[in-house]
């Protein structure tokens, strides 16, 4: 009987050591506030309406997962979450599948409002009092961007682009829109609302970043060939966003994702392939083609941010079977620690 109870209470120290170690990862909880941290779109599996959202709070490095749900007394984002944009007043999470944009007050996460009726939205920006949302629509029309109301959602109008519109980007009086489906980057004055230049760019263009002298740094993620292989001609795009002129054009040798990242000085831009993550220099004449972090663990890379110390946080989707984790690394590809969130992270938006 001694040995049992022994036993007994041993195993109940281990599941409770366990636990203790696995907190972090299984935090179902609110936090106190989302001032200081990073809100992480897990994008859930097409047709599973499993899209959720975690907070990781920088100061604690704890993260909270479900928290959209948790908040919205258990209501669900809904199928594929795309991205989460944040200005001063709201998070915007862009739901793919479920054709609308959920407005989070930026406080604590409750649902202000909800934007219904879009086609297949991917990315959010905004200017003043109105946002902008590119949107594919479908596989066989033409994409475009929805402009509305910040405060209210009520939509404004609609602006036709090219197909699969997909990365959005503000400089200035001009919006640019990437068209994933095409070749071409989209330029809108916002004072007419109206497409002024359309440019040639590459294989699927997707998502920009702003450089430390103010340009746009535009990633194409590369084409495939007559057999669906990779092409290898994926590359970076740098363009003056006053005169428009392509300035640079960085071929990267293999197919990327079209999803990248920029450190805090604007000098340094990060993209990735598979499980590798690389990093191209504004002041290098080309790549070096060694990966900054290459990692065992991952399945394979789904999304990438850089926090404002510059530490590299990738998702890893677990191909979509299982709950998604996160990668954390510091600037020199040191890592740091993984987490446990949702399924498919994809994104990651410093609040």
Same mark, same amino acid.
């Given at each position: ?90 998070? #915007?999470?862009?739901? &793919?599948? @479920? ?6 007050? %930026?406080?604590?996460? $409750? +649902?202000?409002? !909800? /934007? ?59 919006? #640019?829109?990437?068209? &994933?489906? @095409? ?6 004055? %916002?004072?007419?609302? $109206? +497409?002024?230049? !359309? /440019? ?152």
């Amino acid at each position: 009987m001694k040995t049992t109870i022994q036993y007994t209470n041993l195993l109940i120290l281990t599941v409770a050591i366990l636990w203790s170690c696995n907190e972090k990862e299984t935090e179902l909880l609110i936090p106190d506030d989302f001032e200081n941290g990073i809100l992480i779109s897990n994008e859930g599996s097409f047709g599973s309406g499993d899209a959720s959202l975690s907070y990781y709070d920088l100061e604690s490095q704890k993260v909270y997962n479900n928290v959209f749900s948790l908040v919205n007394d258990g209501k669900e984002i809904g199928d594929v979450m795309q991205s989460i944009y944040v200005n001063q007043d709201h998070a #915007f999470l862009v739901v &793919n599948n @479920s054709n609308k944009v959920e407005a989070l007050n %930026l406080a604590d996460m $409750t +649902i202000d409002f !909800t /934007i219904d009726n879009l086609k297949l939205p991917r990315y959010m920006t905004s200017s003043g009092d109105k946002g902008y949302v590119s949107e594919w629509v479908s596989f066989s029309d033409v994409g475009r961007v929805t402009v509305f109301d910040l405060q209210t959602g009520e939509i404004q109008k609609t602006i036709d682009t090219d197909y699969g519109a997909e990365g959005v980007l503000i400089s200035g009086n001009k919006l #640019f829109v990437s068209n &994933n489906f @095409s070749t071409t980057l989209s330029v809108i004055d %916002l004072n007419t609302e $109206t +497409i002024t230049k !359309t /440019i040639e760019v590459g294989s699927s263009p997707g998502e920009m970043k702003i450089d430390a002298d103010g340009d746009i740094w535009l990633v194409c993620g590369g084409g495939l060939d007559e057999q669906y292989n990779p092409v290898g001609d994926g590359k970076f795009i740098e363009i003056d966003p006053s005169s428009l002129e392509v300035l640079t054009v960085v071929d990267l040798g293999m197919n990327v994702s079209t999803k990248i990242a920029i450190d805090p000085t604007g000098e340094i831009l990060y993209y990735y392939a598979g499980a590798s993550v690389y990093k191209y220099g504004m002041d290098m004449t080309g790549t070096s083609g060694t990966s900054l972090i290459s990692e065992d663990d991952a399945t394979g890379f789904y999304g990438m941010g850089v926090d404002g110390a510059g530490n590299i946080y990738v998702g890893d989707s677990k191909g979509f079977v299982e709950s998604g984790e996160v990668f954390v690394y510091g600037s020199d590809g040191t890592f740091m620690e993984k987490f446990s969130v949702g399924r498919g992270p994809n994104g990651f938006v410093l609040n």
